[in-house]
């Protein structure tokens, strides 16, 4: 049974940074491909940044620059560094893991930019 527990979320100003992590239980972490999405209110889910078993990233257009992905499989986490957020950037955020075709979501955390 694998579990995400995403954690960090809140509120920052326009130009502040934010380090969301997510918690991952169930065996085979080093192995499963592992995501940020994030979703605002009235539009659909996106892809945020993704790494893969082997370490590497990808990251949306919007996200490049500014936030970075890491993980560490000692620890079981996955990590999203936001620097430089916008308001455009308040969404919740969720972390995303697959792993040999089974995909898993957490509840998601709350991230809010103020003007």
């Known amino acids: 049974q694998v579990q995400l527990v995403e954690s960090g979320g809140g509120v920052v100003q326009a130009g502040g940074s934010l380090r969301l992590s997510c918690a991952a239980s169930g065996s085979t972490f080093s192995a499963r491909r592992m995501a940020w999405y994030r979703q605002a209110p009235g539009k659909q889910r996106e892809l945020v940044a993704l790494?893969?078993?082997?370490?590497?990233?990808t990251y949306a257009a919007f996200a490049k620059g500014r936030f970075t992905i890491s993980r560490d499989n000692v620890k079981n986490t996955v990590s999203l560094q936001m620097n430089s957020l916008a308001p455009e950037d308040t969404a919740v955020y969720y972390c995303?893991?697959?792993?040999?075709?089974?995909?898993?979501w957490g509840q998601g955390t709350q991230v809010t930019v103020s003007s």
């Open positions: 790494i893969s078993s082997l370490g590497v990233t």
């Open positions: 995303k893991s697959d792993s040999y075709g089974n995909t898993h």
